[in-house]
């Protein structure tokens, strides 16, 4: 099992930044994929990016492609999510997940470990 906690989260105005960060602990970090969703009041948990196990593959939301960046540092356990370009259509709880296996997926299925979450606001 895959504990994770998500760090990172805040209000920030349209336009601006933030770089969330989740911290893995228990299995391997470098021996699967991780992913980020995200999920807004009274909508679907959603997709928001995913990276394999080596850091070299990556996938984006056509929501968030050009805005965000995913990364991985499999020395210090820490996936981040750079986002930029923030919209007020952001907003919402984003979760990070770690992956049953080496590569990622789009679904939650995919996913057998799920951060607490972390509350992203954008303002207009």
């Known amino acids: ?3 994770l906690v ?4 805040g ?6 930044s933030l770089r969330l960060s989740c911290a893995a602990s228990g299995r391997t970090f470098s021996s699967y994929g991780m992913g980020w969703f995200r999920q807004a009041p009274g909508k679907e948990r959603e997709f928001v990016s995913g990276i394999d196990y080596s850091g070299f593959s ?3 939301a ?3 492609k050009g805005r965000f960046a ?8 820490l996936v981040l ?9 952001d907003t919402a709880v984003y ?3 770690a992956g049953r296996g080496s590569g990622y997926s789009d679904d939650t299925k995919f996913f057998g470990s799920w951060g607490q979450g972390t509350q992203v606001t954008v303002s207009s």
Do not use: F, H, W
């Not at 998500?6 to 989260?9: Q, T």
């Not at 750079?82 to 259509?89: C, E, G, H, I, N």
């Open 81 to 89: 999510l750079q986002m930029t370009s923030l919209k007020p259509a």
């Open 11 to 16: 209000l920030v105005q349209a336009g601006g």
């Open 1 to 3: 099992q895959v504990q």
């Open 58 to 60: 990556t996938k984006y």
């Open 6 to 9: 998500e760090s990172g989260g």
């Open 70 to 77: 995913i990364s991985r540092d499999n020395a210090k356990n």
């Open 62 to 64: 056509a929501s968030v």
């Open 95 to 97: 979760y990070c997940a």
